[in-house]
């Protein structure tokens, strides 16, 4: 990948010391270690499941879901993949029926994936679900070791992964929680690690992402109280469930109470899919507000190579600069003329990411950088990266509702 | 639909100015006299369109396709309708071939929906589909009078529907644009205008959302400075392209430069959908900067009864005070858990919209909400709701490119 800064960013002690932070914790926080995981384990498993078996389901909520969903959803469209995956992530009735419909219930194998093993939604769903597929083999279930929910799968003899240890679950995609729903749709895992690993190595080994990856996470955290608004707008439809995971990391890593100060602080990510967005959101970045900074991500080469082709409409001659055009360099085009347009402006921070083409590699690549960009702001702007407090509050108002 | 506000605000001077100017602007902004449009002529065009035809397929973009999407995806999971429709509105070669995959081509006919009859997207990836499927007979074009659209449409024999006159693109879903795929695919449309009509007279003719839009929308203003950012926060997976409509609708409106100031303002949308980002992005409104409102959407009645059953799970009993429960209820629950545990913090402004049900008619009364919300809001923080001339930059930087 390439990422190009268009804003300026000159590294200090702050920086230093925040890189000396990251090189500490990672000796705690798991989800650094991830990309040198030893896949055997997953793999093995993965040939128990019965080639009869068309579609996995994974029922899981939030950091369960958001990172295989990326994944697969950058992947499906390009790849042919041997299974179909589904996501039952909500209490929604309509929701759950209408994804009942598009399975065969006895062609799939269903991932329950919980944490801790006691997440509402997933338990609400696997209930309902558990009523119309009784039979266990068809259920395997991805909690921490020795949780209520291993008990629970070790009672009825069902297959059991553990998550690694102190990897929350928006740093999750690289363990378990996305390498078996990923890998069990044919998906090649180990080339998803191996992308992480690269940037892994570049960041911490001095390559070429070191002083980049540093130079914008000072930007952001340095104007975090001006520029409190990230937008990644990424120009392939591919990427759009990316974006939502981008959301969930970003804005539940950094929406905290600072450590020393319990002053709240917050960069707010929004997700954005070119061209589309710029019929939307675009105008609202050009003559809004300048509280935003822009991430832009381009696929370089889509290789379906499309053609617009080379013909001439009656009264609509202009649209001939359009023709023998492939729609690859025509999404591209748009995308840099935004960027020159946002560069006119000035006052609006804005990067982009080049990723060379889709497989997984590059979204292994895309999935690590920002998770240590994440690491690195929230270093900067003194929050604890890792937790969510704030998310407790309605959990218990739910619990005494329940109960009475 | 219901709507609870949960901050004070005070109606004054400044709001009445602004109602008198959106009564002036009724008589030549296009959106506000749809709800009463006559259906004959589009309910007449249906009928033309044969039988055999089993999927529709709008070529648009922005205004021209988010409007038509958040309808039918609110409405598809729920009912029976008697056509699929599908959206052609990116540039993406990869995602042009996938939909095309979806399509038997034969058994489809295509919506080219463009204003003006020189978006750039639209033309793209219609010069593309042209090449698989020849026959005018399989196309629709929706354009304004006049426009070199529709002389080319003319020239080729091809089936004309008008724009009305004065509608911009992100309020023209209950226009021809939005009308005309959802009556294709069975959506009962007077339905949905009557919803609409209903909002429009309880605001115009003093009921129940005369003074509460006033003070929504007076409260927004006053503090767009403070409360820069408003998520709408849609407790059901039907109402996902509801909020990207929604997005496009606020943040294009009202991302300006003031009329009088020049100032750059903008008041920043963002969708969410519960419960699933009370695991992502609840924890940032929680305790990050505190500059957001939010609105929460709930739907009184799912109507689809589905139950979680009584089973109780060996270890994990404390799951027991779910059985039995429905979903329509937990999800409801879940949504109000939320609201008491943001009312708590106080300085969050937070309101809440009920909808009976899934219908027609309910969402197009959310859309005319919507719709007045925004004319209110644009008119109080003095910007022009209805222009984006924020876009045409990069668009004239494409051109350059596309020349040379």
């Not at 598009?102 to 994936?113: A, M, N």
């Amino acid at each position: 990948m390439k990422n190009k800064l268009y804003f300026n960013s000159t590294l200090n002690e702050k920086s230093q010391r925040a890189y000396a932070s990251i090189c500490k914790e990672k000796n705690t926080i798991g989800y650094y270690t991830l990309p040198e995981q030893d896949t055997t384990q997953i793999l093995e498993y993965c040939k128990t499941i019965p080639s009869t078996i068309e579609s996995i389901a994974v029922i899981g909520i939030g950091g369960s879901s958001l990172g295989a969903k990326a994944v697969y959803e950058f992947l499906r469209p390009a790849e042919k993949l041997q299974r179909k995956l589904f996501f039952f992530e909500s209490t929604d009735p309509i929701n759950i029926k209408d994804l009942l419909q598009e399975i065969d219930i006895d062609k799939t194998h269903f991932l329950v994936i919980s944490k801790s093993g006691t997440t509402v939604e997933t338990f609400a769903i696997y209930k309902y679900i558990l009523l119309q597929q009784s039979n266990p083999e068809c259920y395997t279930f991805i909690t921490d070791p020795n949780s209520a929910l291993e008990k629970y799968a070790k009672s009825i003899h069902a297959s059991i992964l553990h998550l690694p240890n102190n990897v929350g679950g928006r740093f999750s995609v690289l363990s378990v929680v996305g390498l078996v729903p990923l890998a069990l749709c044919g998906i090649d895992i180990q080339a998803l690690l191996k992308g992480a690993a690269t940037v892994k190595k570049s960041f911490f080994e001095d390559g070429y992402l070191h002083n980049l990856l540093l130079q914008k996470s000072l930007f952001y955290a340095t104007n975090h109280a001006k520029y409190h608004i990230n937008c990644l707008f990424a120009y392939s439809e591919s990427l759009k469930y990316f974006c939502e995971w981008y959301v969930q990391l970003w804005g539940e890593s950094l929406g905290k109470r600072q450590r020393h100060s319990a002053f709240h602080v917050g960069l707010t990510p929004i997700g954005l899919i070119g061209p589309k967005d710029q019929h939307s959101f675009l105008q609202l970045i050009m003559e809004g507000t300048r509280d935003k900074s822009v991430t832009f991500i381009q696929i370089e080469d889509f290789e379906d190579k499309i053609e617009i082709p080379n013909t001439s409409l009656a009264h609509l001659k202009e649209l001939d600069t359009l023709n023998a055009l492939h729609f690859s360099d025509l999404i591209n085009m748009q995308c840099n003329s935004v960027i020159e347009a946002l560069e006119e402006e000035k006052n609006i921070p804005i990067d982009s990411i080049t990723i060379p083409k889709i497989n997984a590699q590059n979204i292994g690549s895309l999935i690590f950088y920002y998770e240590l960009l994440t690491s690195l702001v929230g270093e900067l702007i003194d929050v604890n990266t890792y937790n969510q407090p704030g998310v407790e509050a309605a959990k218990i108002i739910l619990k005494k509702k329940l109960s009475s």
